[in-house]
């Protein structure tokens, strides 16, 4: 793997491969990058990056914003709902970010199946079969949080990059357990006898409206949080991380 940061200078050689995080739609007949979709689904084997820009010139090139992107942690780059969280090996030239990095080549070593499809069975065992057949040597999951305790991410500070902490998934998770939460305790009250619950709001109302305030004031900051994890400048220069730069 070659590494060049965006300054000029020349490029640092590393062996091995270096371990990504991204999307990808999974349609039909396989794994498809987010953005450039035209560009077709990626390779079983060993995906190649070609510059979508038209450029004439080995990808990725430090004046583009063509290769193959992936985030060195899992965060942001897994939270979106309705894409297929997986895991890349890159290798080639790789032009390094502060959170991901685009890659001249690439192979997907894991993906999970998305939640839409998770609990389809009969849909699960199709999607399956098609990856196995598409991607023979690539690990499938039924949950992403199981495949990222097999694929962790990489210690990258060897290549002197220290990727700043992403709680993306615990903001989720968080804000999903409050909504689920308030929508239980709602049905709950409906369970009650009627008399009760008018009684019981005469006497306890302020505590409630606290209650609901705390509530949307929290869900408010989780979503907050979660979609500036999202914004590409959060922890700086990201442009080699950018889902908008790359296939
Ligand atoms: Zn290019």
Redesign the pocket.
């Known amino acids: 793997m070659t590494a060049a940061p965006a300054v000029v200078g020349e490029p640092a050689l590393v062996p091995g491969e270096l371990r990504g995080y991204r999307q990808f739609h999974l349609l039909g007949d396989g794994l498809y990058p987010l953005v450039h979709r035209a560009s077709g689904p990626w390779d079983g084997r060993q995906e190649e990056a070609r510059?979508?820009?038209g450029?004439d010139?080995s990808?990725?090139?430090a004046d583009?914003?063509?290769?193959l992107y992936a985030c060195y942690r899992p965060g942001s780059a897994t939270v979106a709902l309705g894409g297929a969280n997986a895991v890349i090996a890159a290798r080639g030239r790789c032009i390094l970010g502060d959170r991901g990095f685009r890659a001249a080549s690439a192979r997907i070593e894991a993906v999970a199946l998305p939640g839409s499809v998770r609990w389809r069975p009969g849909a699960a065992s199709r999607i399956r079969r098609l990856l196995a057949e598409r991607y023979p040597d690539t690990r499938v999951y039924g949950s992403t949080r199981r495949m990222l305790r097999e694929h962790p991410p990489q210690d990258v500070r060897g290549l002197g990059i220290m990727p700043a902490r992403d709680p993306s998934r615990g903001y989720r998770s968080a804000a999903a357990a409050l909504w689920a939460g308030f929508v239980v305790a709602g049905y709950s009250l409906a369970l009650l006898p009627r008399g009760t619950v008018a009684h019981a709001g005469a006497r306890w109302w302020p505590l409630v409206v606290l209650v609901v305030v705390v509530w949307q004031a929290a869900l408010i900051w989780l979503l907050g949080r979660l979609m500036a994890e999202q914004t590409p400048d959060h922890h700086g220069t990201a442009q080699a991380a950018d889902p908008s730069a790359g296939s």
């Open positions: 510059c979508a820009s450029g010139h990808c990725p090139a583009c914003r063509c290769g």
